[in-house]
């Protein structure tokens, strides 16, 4: 009988319980692997803050800004009482003695506006367009007529078009803000006559605050080099003397304070101003229909310029 060595006896426990610790071990790491696992899945993406697009550790400067990113509602609804007639508000690369300003005004009531849209009715004659962009300005007002540009952003092309109803995008690098009071805008397309005629806004037969404006600086049409009312000055489409269009903004709560009470012996706290709730608008259409009409008859549309 072989006698067992104590030094190989001690080294086989030894041996044994490393097997044991490792096993043990593979088996803690699963179990917590297994756990992790379970906490990820069951993390709801819709709530996660690394959702798709959002830098959760970059500056504030690069945030989207929440005013911004905010939906529009219309703050001001010429979108009705269409008429059957359309006046040109535009501007030519082959024939800028044709280029022809139109303007309608409106009222910002008590919170200021960022502007975000601009919908218009309108349509193409002489040619079939497009447009190759637009532009829309604001101007303050000088006695019921435009005054001062206030903004202006020209060449955009971020429009669309759905029969007569044109979608103006201003960039959202810079939409204008618009405090309490009255304004007039004006949108003009940018066109090219040779290949696709010209571009009017349509007329409207209700008059909203000061009937619209119009004016062709160089005189080329024979009338209204200034600021003039359309309709009843210039003779254009008088039966119609305003514009159809709507502006889409999100509306700017203003602070109103509170009224300080007389100090006591109980009271000494100021109270803090709160905020006047932001007055919803009614949602405008996404595809305005406008009333039947023939079609536009466009006025002062001018012999094309000759070909060189």
């Known amino acids: 009988m072989k006698k067992q060595n104590p030094l190989s006896t001690k080294a086989d426990v030894v041996r044994s319980t490393l097997y044991l610790l490792l096993l043990l071990s593979a088996f803690v790491i699963r179990l917590a692997l297994g756990q992790q696992n379970a906490t990820d899945s069951a993390i709801d993406p819709t709530k996660s803050s690394f959702a798709v697009g959002h830098v959760t550790n970059g500056s504030p400067e690069a945030q989207p800004s929440p005013v911004a990113a905010a939906t529009a509602v219309v703050v001001w609804d010429q979108y009705n009482n269409v008429g059957t007639a359309v006046t040109l508000s535009a501007t030519f690369t082959d024939a800028p003695a044709m280029n022809s300003d139109l303007v309608d005004d409106f009222v910002v009531q008590s919170n ?87 571009w009017g806004w349509t007329d409207r037969t209700v008059t909203e605050l000061d009937p619209a404006v119009w004016r062709n ?26 514009q159809v269009y709507a502006i889409l903004a999100y509306v700017l709560p203003t602070a109103t304070p509170i009224t ?49």
């Open 217 to 242: 600086p160089s005189g080329f049409f024979g009338a209204c080099t200034s600021w003039s009312r359309r309709a009843a000055t210039c003779g254009l489409e008088p039966s119609a003397p305003d």
């Open 112 to 198: 200021p506006w960022l502007v975000q849209r601009i919908v218009v009715d309108g349509a193409y004659f002489n040619g079939t367009g497009p447009a190759n962009s637009f532009n829309v300005f604001f101007y303050s007002d000088d006695g019921g007529f435009p005054g001062t540009v206030l903004y202006e952003s020209t060449n955009i092309v971020d429009w669309t078009q759905n029969g007569s109803t044109f979608t103006i995008n201003l960039p959202s690098c810079c939409f204008p803000t618009l405090y309490p009071g009255k304004y007039w805008i004006e949108i003009r397309a940018n066109m090219t006559a040779m290949c696709c005629g010209e």
């Open 260 to 308: 300080t009470p007389t100090a006591t012996s109980t009271s000494t706290l100021t109270p803090t101003p709160t905020l006047t709730p932001t007055p919803t608008a009614t949602p405008f259409p996404p595809s305005p229909t406008p009333t039947p009409r023939l079609g536009p008859t466009p006025r002062l549309r001018p012999t094309p310029p000759p070909r060189p």
